[in-house]
């Protein structure tokens, strides 16, 4: 086996992705503060082809040095906007029949596993902060807590690690 240059990938241009149709998946990042993992964010979006990303409460926005350093330039693919408050984002987008998903371990919580979307529904994933989660106010006004299954010794996984695992899970889910 040889490795594939980057050349060799297929991958679509920045117009390209701009245009494609996207997978019913919007990331929000609630008071995330790391800017190393609002890059990692983006760049798995973007390899999902998610149709956009919100920047809530303390996030930093692109253009940034720090972010650029782990998006690699998908801050330029993916669409993103700023909100204040992501209570007030959630309430919006659940007015716009946007199913939200809070990711937070929380009582009565749904496991990522037995979690299985439905087709023709859009859905916002809201990531919580590094040391806090999510606020249990967004938790609150949630349409679901979904919870990815954990066996070992730790409390949680960085959020750039389960934005991943929970963006994976989601799109393959909804290409079956």
Known sequence: MRKLKNNELGRISVDEFKAVKKTPLIIVLDNVRSLNNIGSVFRTSDAFLIEKIYLCGICATPPNKDIHKTALGATESVEWEYAESTLELVQKLK??????????????????????PEKDTKYAVVMGNEVKGVQQAVVNASDFCIEIPQLGTKHSLNISVTTGVVIWDLFVKLKI
């Open 95 to 116: 007015k716009d029949n946007v199913k939200v998903l809070a990711i937070e371990q929380a009582e009565n919580s749904t496991k990522l596993d037995t979690f299985y």
